[in-house]
């Protein structure tokens, strides 16, 4: 596959991780059921942003497994981890939000600019 199919398919995957965290804000947390959805969506733009991340890292030769790789994937594990904080309202949800696109925002710089 070409490494452009990778990225679109990973970009697929990131605006659904963004939609999946919007549909958990909005869902009622008391019920598991309205969550189900949103949580199912999560779990499977994560897979699909891992995949398709590493696919184009395999088929695209200038790219590498340097700290910026790492500092990527420990921001996919923080967006794993987000799933805790949505669902159990730990923090308000304005904050969770707010910190979740600075993490966005943060690995799109790691992207293009791999300081590192």
């Keep these: 596959m070409e490494p452009a199919i990778y ?3 990973h970009y697929i995957g990131i605006m659904a991780l963004f939609a999946s965290f ?3 804000m909005a869902a009622d947390h008391r019920k598991s059921a309205t969550m189900t959805v949103y949580v199912l969506l999560h779990g499977l733009s994560l ?11 395999h088929k695209n030769p200038d790219l590498s497994y340097g700290a ?9 594990l923080i967006f ?12 308000p ?3 969770a939000l707010l910190f979740m696109l600075a993490l966005g925002g943060i690995a799109a710089f790691l992207a293009l600019y791999k300081p590192f």
């Design 93 to 95: 949800k304005f904050m």
């Design 47 to 57: 897979i699909v942003i891992l995949v398709a991340g590493i696919g184009m890292i």
């Design 22 to 24: 919007g549909g958990l």
């Design 68 to 76: 910026t790789a790492i500092a990527k994937t420990v921001i996919w």
């Design 80 to 91: 794993g981890a987000a799933l805790v904080v949505f669902k159990r309202r730990i923090i």
């Design 7 to 9: 990225k679109i398919i």
